[in-house]
C-alpha cells in the first residue's frame, strides 16, 4: 500500500516535470535498481532507485528534469550515445568499455545540467540544488571532485572547489558551449583524456541513455556511420560501451542499410471509360451507351445524338509476382583477406548481405554457399539471419569453387539467381567446369572476379560462356555492380543478359 | 445534454453494442482513445476536410463511417451506406454526381412552368447532395476519376453538363485498402487534399473477444445509436473553432511545417518547388551540410508542406482537443499526438531509413512520428533563444544587424533560411 | 514568442562560450590544414597563446601527415619557449627548427625509436634521452643533434651544424653530406661516409665495409677499424683510421688514405 502510493507520488512528480520540457512522449518511471551499464532485456523504462525517493519531491524532480533532458537533448539517440563512445574511447589511453562509459556518461550528465542551467533560472535552481546535494556525499573520488570543481567554475555557482589542473582543462574544453552537437565527440574525447587518470567515482556510473533504448530497438538499430568507418573489432568495443552485443553480423548488417535497392513498382496497364464521345454506325453495338444518349435527346440518331464512352489508360498495381530465389557463393578464402575494411572479403560480403536482404525483401528464398578449398552452405530458407551467418564465414587457405554444390542448388530451383563472388585465383576451375556450365543452364548465372590485373584472357573468353562476368579493379566497385544486377534482375523477373 | 455530452455516449455505445471495439492507441495525459474513431468523429465535427482510414480488408472502415453518419446524421443506416460510392473501374461521373434528366423530354415547358418547377435538367445524386460523402476504396478509383473528386475538393461546388451543384459543408470520408493488384497509385495533389489519414488495424484479441459476443447485425444495433440532432451536428465546427490555441502550440506548428518545407537547395528554399528528379531522395541533398544530421528534417522525406497542412494541424488539434475536453489546457501534447496523422501521407520517406530498424520499410507512421517529435522538442527546448532574439528584431528591440549577428551563431535551417532572410529584407 | 515559451528562455546568456576557429586540440588543428601541409602552413595557423604546448602534449599523431605536422609543431614550441622544452618523443621532433632546445623523453609505449628527428632542423638544440630511430638529422642545415644511438641513415644529406651519437650508430652515417660535424663515439654500420661531398666525420670505434664509399670530399677519421673495401672508388677527401680491412682503396680515383700509427 505504501509502495503503491509511492507510485502514484513518484507518477504526479513525474508529470510535473514532463509538463516542464512540454511533454515529450517518455514512458512513466519504474522504482527499481538501475543496472549497472549492461543493457536491460525485459523492461525498457526509466528507473529510480528507492535510496533516491526518500529524498524529497524537489529532489525527485530535479532527477527526472536531467533524466528527461537526457533523451530529449543529449545523448537523445543511440548514433549520438555511439559517437560519444567512440570518441571516448579514441581519448582514452587504456580503451575499455566500461570506462569510456563512464566517459559518456559524464559527459553528457555536463551537458544537460548545462542546458538546463542556461534555460531559466528556475531550472538553474533545480541544477544548483542537485550538484549542492550531491557535494554532501561522503564517498566522493578525486574525479568526483575535479568534476564539482570545474562546474562551480563553469557555471559560477557555489560548489566545492578543486586546485587540480583538470578542472582547468575542463573549462577549457566546455568553454565553447554545448549547443553545438558537432562538437561533442572532439569535447568528450578530449573530456576523456583529461579524466583517464583519475579514479572513477560515484559519477558516470550506469547505463547510457538513449531513446532506441527506451523503445526497445537498440539491439537493432544501425549505427551506419560507425559500422563503415570502423574495423569489426573497434565497432564490437563502441557496441559494447552501449551495452550491446555486436557481431560480425551486426557490422555488416548496418553497412548495408546504406546501400539502396530500388525495386522497381509492378505496375500494369488498366483501361477505364472516361468522356463521351460520338457513337456511329462503324462503331460496335455494344459500345453504344443508351441511357446517356436518351438523356440528351428523345430519339436515337446515329451520329448525331448518340454516344459511346472513351477509354483511358493509367496504371494499375499489378500484383506480387514470382521473383527468382538467389543463390549467393562467396569466396572465403585465404587472397581474399578476411574480415577487414577495405579487403575483397569486405567488399564481397558486404554487397552479398545487401543482395541477400533485397532479395528476401522481394519475396525470394535464399541459399549462400561460402567456399575456399572446403565449404560451408545454407539451404534454400526465408531465415535471412541463418543466410548471413554463412555469409560471415572466413574459411582462409586456397580456392576451389564448389561446382557439385552449386549445381545441386540450381537444381533445386530452376531459374535461380547465382552470385558468384571471387577473386580470379580459382585452382579447380576446369575439374567442375562442366558442373558449373549446367548450373548456368538452370540458372542466371552472373560472376564477379575481383582482380582485373591477374584475369587470364583464355579464362575470360571461357567463363563469359556462362553467363555475366564481371571483373572489377577495385573492391568497392564491387558493391555498385552487385546492386544494379540485383535491380535488374528482380525487376519483372528480366533476365541478366549474357555477354557476347 | 451538450453535443459533446451525446458523443461521448455515442463512443460508448458503439463500444457497449460492440460496433468498433479498438485499441487506445492514442493517448493524451492519462486519457486514452482509438484513433481510428476518434478521428472519424474529428472530422465529422469539421466541414469540408477529408478523413482516409487506411487499412487492410475487414477493418471496419466502411462500417464504422456509416454507423457515425447514422449517429451525426440522424439517417437510417441503409440510407447512409447507399450514400455511398465505391470504387471501381467501371464508375464513370454519371453514376457518381448526377446526369441529365431524360423526363425533359416526355413533359412540356408549360407544364413544368405550372407546376412550379423549373426545367428539370440534372437529376443529382444522393451522394452529390448528400452533407456526408463517403468515398469507399478511393484507390479503386482510376486517375481520372480521381481528379473528378480533386475538382470536387478544390472548388466545393460540382458541375456537370453546364449546371452546378453548391456543395455546402460537407463531411468528407474516404476508405482505402493498401496497394493491393487492382488498384490505382494515389494522385499527390488529392494526398494533399486528404486532411488526416488514420490506420485501421484489426481488432486485438480482447477486442476480438468483444466481438465475438456481439449477436445482432450491424444494422440492428446501428439503430441504438445515440444521434446528434440537426442542430448539434451544425453546431459542432462552430464549437471546435472556438477551442483557443495557446502560442506555443502555434508555433511548433509553423516551425513543424518550416522545418518540413526549407531546402537550401530548392527554388526559394521551398521544397514544394521540386519537381522530377531534383528531391532529396534523388541525390539533391549530395553533400549538403545538412543531409545525414539526424536533428534536421528537410533530407528525410522527398517533399515539403503547404499551407493546407497548416490549416489542418490547427484543425484537428482544436478538434481532438475538443473531443477530449481539454479547451483550456496547452495543446503541444495533442499537437504532437495529431500531427503524424496529418502529415504521413503528404511525406515521402527517405528509403535508406525508412527501410532500416525500427521501420523496416513497413512503419511510415512512425517514421513520421519521429520526425514531428524532434522538429517540436527542438523548437520547445533548443530554439527559444534564436526565436526570442528573431522576434525581438521584428518588434525593433534590437536592431535586425544585431539579430543577423547573434543568429549567424546558430546552425539550424530556420535561422538561417527564414530568419536572417527575413530580416536582411528589413536592413 | 515569450509567451510561447513562457518565460523559460533568458534574454541575456546565463554562460558566455567562445567563439572563432574551434581548436580543441591536435586532431582539430590537423583538419583545418591541406593533405602536404608545409612549416609555414603550419606556423600561419598555430595559436601564439601557450596553447601550442596543449597541442603538442595532446597530440596521439595517427599517420605520416599527423606525424609530421606534430613535428613542425615542435620546433615552432621551442623557438617560442625561453627555456628546453621537454617532449615525449615522437617522429619528426624538431623538424626544420630554427632555434631552441628540445629534449626528447621515452614516451609511454612507445615500441619503436623515433625516426627523422630533426629533419632539416636549421638551428637550435636537440638532445634525445632516448635511442634514435631512422634519418636521425636527415638533411640537417645547423642547429646541434646529441642522441645515445642511432639507426641507419643518421645525418643523410647533412649541409651544415652538428650531430654526436654517444654509443653506436646504424649504416649509411653522413650519406651524401655536404658539409656538417658528425661524431659516433661508438662504432658506425656499412657505408660511413658514402657519397660524402664535404664536412667531417669522426668515429672512436671500428667502422663498417665500404667506408667513405665513392666520396668526393670531406675528412672521415676512425679511431679504431676500418671494414673491408674502405674508399672504395674515392674520387676526393681524407680517410684515416688504425687499420683497414682488405681492398682498401679499390678502383680510387681520388683523395687520401691514410694509415694511424699512434693514438
Known amino acids: 500500500m505504501e509502495e503503491r502510493s509511492s507510485e502514484e507520488h513518484l507518477i504526479e512528480i513525474w508529470e510535473r516535470a514532463r509538463g516542464n520540457w512540454h511533454r515529450p512522449p517518455l514512458p512513466r518511471p519504474r522504482i527499481g535498481a538501475p543496472e549497472n551499464g549492461e543493457f536491460p532485456f525485459q523492461n525498457y523504462h526509466i528507473e529510480v532507485g528507492k535510496d533516491d525517493i526518500e529524498k524529497g519531491a524537489l529532489y525527485i524532480e530535479n532527477i527526472f528534469d536531467h533524466l528527461i533532458a537526457h533523451y530529449i537533448f543529449c545523448p537523445r539517440s543511440l548514433e549520438t550515445a555511439a559517437n560519444l563512445a567512440l570518441a571516448a574511447l579514441k581519448g582514452l589511453e587504456k580503451p575499455k568499455p566500461t570506462r569510456a562509459r563512464e566517459m559518456v556518461n559524464l559527459f553528457s550528465d555536463i551537458v544537460v545540467d548545462t542546458f538546463r542551467l542556461e534555460r531559466s533560472e528556475e531550472d538553474e535552481e533545480n541544477v544548483f540544488l542537485g550538484w549542492k546535494h550531491f557535494a554532501k556525499r561522503g564517498d566522493l573520488s578525486s574525479l568526483d571532485e575535479v568534476i564539482l570543481g570545474f562546474l562551480g567554475r563553469y557555471w559560477d555557482l557555489d560548489l566545492p572547489s578543486s586546485n587540480r589542473p583538470e578542472s582547468e582543462k575542463l573549462l577549457e574544453v566546455f568553454g565553447w558551449g554545448i549547443s553545438d552537437r558537432s562538437k561533442w565527440p572532439r569535447q568528450c574525447q578530449q573530456m576523456a583524456r583529461i579524466l583517464e587518470p583519475l579514479e572513477p567515482g560515484v559519477l558516470g556510473q550506469g547505463e547510457i541513455p538513449s531513446q532506441e533504448g527506451l523503445g526497445g530497438s537498440a539491439n537493432v538499430a544501425p549505427l551506419l556511420g560507425l559500422a563503415s568507418d570502423l574495423e569489426p573489432d573497434e565497432y564490437r568495443d563502441c557496441l559494447r560501451v552501449l551495452g550491446i552485443d555486436g557481431n560480425l553480423k551486426r557490422w555488416y548488417r548496418d553497412q548495408s542499410y546504406n546501400i539502396v535497392i530500388l525495386p522497381s513498382r509492378n505496375l500494369r496497364e488498366s483501361w477505364y471509360p472516361a468522356g463521351l464521345i460520338k457513337w456511329r454506325f462503324t462503331d460496335p453495338p455494344s459500345e453504344l451507351d443508351v441511357p446517356y444518349s436518351l438523356s440528351l435527346a428523345p430519339k436515337l440518331i446515329p451520329g448525331v445524338t448518340t454516344y459511346r464512352r472513351e477509354h483511358e489508360c493509367c496504371e494499375m498495381m499489378a500484383g506480387s509476382e514470382k521473383v527468382p530465389d538467389l543463390l549467393v557463393v562467396l569466396d572465403s578464402s585465404g587472397s581474399m583477406g578476411g574480415h577487414d575494411r577495405g579487403t575483397k572479403t569486405h567488399a564481397a560480403t558486404l554487397a552479398a548481405f545487401k543482395a541477400s536482404q533485397f532479395a528476401h525483401s522481394q519475396g525470394a528464398e535464399i541459399a549462400a554457399i561460402s567456399f575456399s578449398d572446403r565449404l560451408v552452405f545454407q539451404g534454400w530458407t526465408r531465415d535471412l539471419g541463418a543466410v548471413e551467418d554463412i555469409l560471415v564465414q572466413h574459411l582462409g587457405s586456397r580456392t576451389h569453387i564448389p561446382g557439385e554444390e552449386i549445381l545441386k542448388f540450381a537444381k533445386s530451383r530452376k531459374d535461380c539467381l547465382i552470385l558468384c563472388i571471387t577473386d580470379t585465383h580459382i585452382q579447380n576451375l576446369y575439374r567442375e567446369w562442366d558442373k558449373i556450365e549446367e548450373a548456368s543452364r538452370l540458372g542466371q548465372f552472373v560472376l564477379f572476379c575481383i582482380d582485373e590485373a591477374n584475369k587470364n584472357r583464355q579464362v575470360e573468353d571461357a567463363l563469359k560462356s556462362l553467363g555475366a562476368v564481371y571483373y572489377i579493379n577495385r573492391p568497392e566497385d564491387l558493391i555498385s555492380l552487385v546492386v544494379d544486377t540485383t535491380e535488374q534482375a528482380y525487376r519483372a523477373g528480366r533476365p541478366i543478359h549474357r555477354q557476347d | 445534454m451538450s453535443a459533446l455530452d451525446k458523443i461521448d455516449e455515442l463512443v460508448e455505445s458503439l463500444e457497449e453494442l460492440r460496433l468498433h471495439v479498438g485499441q487506445n492507441d492514442l493517448r493524451i495525459g492519462d486519457r486514452g482513445a482509438n484513433s481510428q474513431l476518434y478521428f472519424t468523429i474529428a472530422n465529422a465535427c469539421v466541414r469540408n476536410r477529408v478523413a482516409l482510414l487506411y487499412g487492410g480488408m475487414g477493418a471496419n472502415k466502411t462500417t464504422l463511417v456509416n454507423l457515425l453518419g447514422c449517429a451525426f446524421t440522424g439517417q437510417d443506416f441503409d440510407h447512409v451506406e447507399n450514400l455511398m460510392v465505391t470504387g471501381h473501374p467501371e464508375q464513370t461521373e454519371e453514376k457518381i454526381v448526377g446526369f441529365i434528366d431524360p423526363r425533359q423530354w416526355s413533359c412540356t415547358s408549360a407544364s413544368l412552368a405550372s407546376s412550379g418547377n423549373e426545367p428539370i435538367e440534372v437529376l443529382w445524386t444522393p451522394w452529390a447532395r448528400s452533407q456526408w460523402k463517403v468515398i469507399n476504396e478511393i484507390n479503386r478509383f482510376p486517375s481520372g476519376k480521381q481528379n473528378l473528386f480533386l475538382e470536387l475538393l478544390q472548388k466545393r461546388k460540382v458541375s456537370y453538363a453546364g449546371k452546378t451543384l453548391e456543395l455546402g459543408d460537407t463531411c468528407y470520408f474516404a476508405t482505402m485498402n493498401p496497394d493491393f493488384s487492382s488498384t490505382y497509385p494515389l494522385d499527390e495533389a488529392l494526398l494533399d487534399r486528404i486532411s488526416v489519414s488514420v490506420p485501421a488495424t484489426q481488432p486485438d484479441f480482447l477486442a476480438s473477444l468483444a466481438l465475438a459476443k456481439r449477436e445482432r447485425d450491424v444494422w440492428e444495433l446501428a439503430d441504438l445509436l445515440p444521434r446528434l440532432s440537426k442542430d448539434e451536428f451544425e453546431s459542432l465546427p462552430d464549437l471546435v473553432d472556438q477551442v483557443p490555441l495557446d502560442s506555443q502550440t502555434e508555433l511548433a506548428i509553423i516551425t513543424l511545417l518550416r522545418d518540413f518545407t526549407l531546402c537550401e537547395r530548392a527554388p526559394s528554399y521551398d521544397k514544394t518547388q521540386l519537381s522530377g528528379s531534383a528531391k532529396p531522395s534523388r541525390g539533391l541533398c549530395a553533400e549538403c551540410h545538412y543531409f545525414n544530421n539526424p536533428e534536421v528534417c528537410c533530407w528525410q522525406v522527398d517533399e515539403g508542406l503547404s499551407d493546407r497542412a497548416r490549416q489542418d494541424l490547427r484543425l484537428y488539434t482544436k478538434a481532438i482537443a475538443y473531443l477530449f475536453r481539454l479547451s483550456d489546457e496547452p495543446k503541444i501534447e495533442v499537437l504532437r499526438v495529431v500531427a503524424p496523422y496529418i502529415l504521413w501521407h503528404r511525406v515521402t520517406p527517405n528509403r535508406t531509413l525508412l527501410e532500416r530498424p525500427p521501420y523496416y520499410g513497413a512503419k511510415r507512421l512512425e517514421y513520421v512520428r519521429d520526425l514531428v517529435e524532434k522538429s517540436i522538442n527542438r523548437t520547445l527546448n533548443e530554439r527559444g533563444e534564436m526565436n526570442v532574439t528573431f522576434a525581438r528584431a521584428i518588434d525593433g528591440e534590437i536592431s535586425p544587424e544585431k539579430a543577423i549577428e547573434e543568429l549567424s551563431e546558430y546552425d539550424d535551417p530556420i535561422a538561417r533560411l527564414d530568419y536572417i532572410r527575413a530580416l536582411e529584407r528589413m536592413l | ?263
Open chain 3, 1 to 263: 514568442m515569450s509567451d510561447a515559451y513562457g518565460g523559460k528562455v533568458r534574454e541575456i546568456k546565463r554562460i558566455e562560450k567562445k567563439t572563432g576557429e574551434f581548436v580543441l586540440g591536435f586532431e582539430d588543428f590537423v583538419q583545418r590544414l591541406g593533405e602536404k601541409p608545409t612549416r609555414n602552413e603550419v606556423e600561419e595557423l598555430v595559436p601564439f597563446s601557450g596553447a601550442i604546448f596543449g597541442l603538442i602534449e595532446s597530440a596521439s599523431p595517427l599517420n605520416l601527415r599527423e606525424e609530421k605536422i606534430w613535428g613542425y609543431l615542435s620546433g615552432i614550441a621551442a623557438e617560442r619557449s625561453s627555456e628546453p622544452l621537454n617532449l615525449a618523443a615522437g617522429n619528426f621532433a624538431g623538424a626544420e627548427m630554427n632555434c631552441g632546445v628540445i629534449v626528447l623523453k621515452a614516451r609511454a609505449g612507445m615500441k619503436t625509436p623515433p625516426d627523422h628527428v630533426g629533419e632539416r632542423m636549421r638551428g637550435g638544440r636537440i638532445v634525445l634521452e632516448v635511442g634514435a630511430g631512422y634519418y636521425l638529422g636527415q638533411e640537417m642545415e645547423g642547429g646541434g643533434i646529441a642522441a645515445p644511438s642511432c639507426k641507419d641513415y643518421a645525418f643523410r644529406n647533412m649541409k651544415g651544424g652538428w650531430g654526436v651519437v654517444k654509443g653506436d650508430s646504424g649504416n649509411y652515417v653522413g650519406v651524401g653530406n655536404s658539409g656538417g660535424n658528425i661524431l659516433v663515439k661508438g662504432r658506425s654500420g656499412l657505408r660511413c661516409g658514402w657519397l660524402m661531398h664535404s664536412g667531417k666525420i669522426r668515429v672512436n670505434g671500428n667502422a663498417g665495409e665500404y667506408l667513405g664509399l665513392m666520396m668526393s670530399g670531406g675528412n672521415i677519421s676512425i679511431g679504431g677499424m676500418a671494414g673491408s673495401k674502405a674508399g672504395w672508388r674515392m674520387k676526393g677527401g681524407r680517410i684515416v683510421a688504425k687499420g683497414y680491412g682488405p681492398e682498401v682503396g679499390a678502383e680510387k680515383v681520388g683523395g687520401k688514405i691514410f694509415r694511424r700509427t699512434s693514438d
